[in-house]
């Protein structure tokens, strides 16, 4: 596993770049919990309290920001919460193209949470992700779909378990059906963008924190160049 990138550092907040297979925040087993964790690496790397403000799931890459200071916190998670934060993920799905390059759709549900996967469900609570496709790739021989994902919601596995609902399950995700062999503990889903589009300039500039922020794009990051469908096979996981 690569180390986690820090993209950005000031006295009052942090960005990583989290790999694939770290943990955002520990475990329910604690410190007891061997699995590497993104939040004790970023403490050991700077010193003082580090307050989390958002996470990934672990088999999930790309942009997390801690914060540094009571003031970044407060500011930060008031903006998670209202959904003043404009989130951007990459994934490479299976699946038959929806359309042309630039097709884009709202996906609407009811999702619930369980134990290990979410679900829609008339009991669930409302999840909404707009969904771009952006063309066909190649992984290793297997012709896959690229898509931007910008979940309006924050519910658990929302965009794998929408993706996955709607015939696009995520290249590498077992757990919501795809049978397309991935990197090792990591699944084709990456968050490589965030906006703070609420947020006051005297804020963010307080904070030391641009606007936006972008992480390596997905083919970089998985160590693929992104290629056309030529002599690939489609995956219909």
């Known amino acids: 596993m690569r180390e986690p990138a820090i993209l950005l550092s000031s006295d009052h907040v942090v960005v990583a770049d989290k790999p694939a297979g770290m943990l955002t925040i520990p475990g329910r087993r604690g410190a007891a919990d061997p699995r590497p964790c993104l939040v004790h690496e970023v403490a050991r790397r700077f010193s003082g309290k580090v307050w989390i403000v958002h996470r990934l799931d672990l088999e999930v890459s790309g942009l997390v920001v801690f914060a540094r200071s ?3 916190h407060r500011l930060l998670c008031g903006l ?4 003043g934060v404009v989130k951007r993920y990459e994934a490479w ?3 038959e193209p929806p359309g042309e390059a630039g ?9 619930v949470r369980g134990k290990r996967r979410s679900w829609e469900s008339d009991r669930g609570k409302p999840g909404r992700t707009v969904a771009r496709y952006l063309g066909a790739t190649a992984w290793r021989s297997i012709a896959l779909l690229r898509w931007e994902m910008r979940p309006e919601t924050g519910r658990s596995h929302q965009i794998r378990c929408q993706a996955a609902t709607r015939g696009f399950p995520v ?3 077992r757990l919501y059906g795809s049978t397309v062999e991935f990197l090792p503990g990591a699944i084709a889903l990456r968050a490589s ?3 703070f589009r609420d947020a006051r300039d005297a804020e963010l500039e307080r904070l030391g924190l641009p606007r936006r922020v972008e992480a ?3 083919a970089e990051a998985w ?4 290629a056309g469908p030529t002599a690939a096979r489609r995956s219909r996981a």
């Open 70 to 72: 009571a003031e970044a």
């Open 80 to 83: 998670f919460e209202r959904r």
């Open 93 to 95: 799905t299976a699946g």
């Open 103 to 111: 097709f884009e759709a709202a996906w609407e549900g009811l999702l």
């Open 171 to 173: 290249a590498g995700d």
């Open 193 to 195: 963008g965030l906006e």
């Open 216 to 218: 390596a794009p997905a």
């Open 223 to 226: 160590g693929e160049k992104a």
